[in-house]
């Protein structure tokens, strides 16, 4: 079965602690996504990846880092920095990034909701 | 210039009825214009997507209605089943640019009433 594996479901952590949501796929698909979701205000992204060892700063990369090492996984960390990390974070992936010429699709995995108190 | 404004926020349709939610965009250089549905605890998937070169794009009871003059695209859900009950987020990206990221609309949570 190939999708998106989003783990874990719901995270609950304290201020002022990093935490890593992680994100698999085995669609062997070379471009990952990562979006945060906000009641009212759609999906915005925050950092995207091409290629393994490359990613680039989305809208809102403030706060957040990401790494991929491997093609199939692309983990997420939020920092302390983040002045507002509890959200519904989704990844996403495409068989490519965007060429110019044709936009592919992105499939989403299931999402985790972090909540930090 | 990047926005992409959808309306309304929330919608209740009885079913059997006509769905209509709308998005607006101001970048005339967007040119891929994709409905993605998403139900409670799932990811969003793609519904439906539509380029600037036709006013309309039908798929089953799912139709897109494009107008480029006025730069605004709409998703009718014709016969709304209460299966259809989802957040529809619409999104707008420059294809002909290498790179373009898509820009999603705030979303619309649709209700069908049985």
């Known amino acids: 079965d190939g999708g998106i594996t989003q783990s874990p479901k719901y995270l609950f952590r304290k201020e002022g602690q990093n935490v890593t949501l992680s994100c698999e796929q085995n669609?062997?698909?070379?471009?990952m996504y990562w979006y945060r979701q906000d009641p009212g205000q759609g999906l915005r992204l925050i950092y995207y990846s091409q290629i393994v060892n490359d990613f680039q700063k989305g809208d809102i990369a403030e706060g957040y880092s990401v790494s991929r090492e491997k093609k199939e996984s692309f983990p997420l960390t939020v920092t302390s920095a983040q002045k507002n990390p509890t959200a519904f974070y989704l990844c996403a992936s495409s068989i490519a990034f965007s060429t110019g010429f044709f936009t592919y699709e992105q499939y989403f995995g299931p999402g985790t909701r972090l909540t930090v108190t | 210039q990047q926005q992409v404004k959808q309306s309304p926020q929330s919608l209740i349709v009885q079913k059997g009825g006509i769905s209509i939610i709308n998005c607006a965009y101001e970048n005339t250089a967007f040119d891929y214009f994709p409905w993605y549905q998403q139900f409670p605890g799932k990811g969003p998937a793609l519904l439906i997507a539509i380029r600037p070169d036709v006013s309309e794009k039908k798929e089953g009871r799912f139709t897109i209605s494009f107008n480029k003059s006025a730069k605004q695209f709409s998703l009718h859900i014709m016969d709304s089943q209460p299966g259809d009950s989802a957040t529809y987020f619409c999104a707008a990206s420059r294809e002909a640019v290498k790179g373009g990221k898509l820009i999603f609309g705030q979303g619309t949570e649709l209700s069908v009433k049985p």
């Open positions: 669609l062997n698909h070379d471009a």
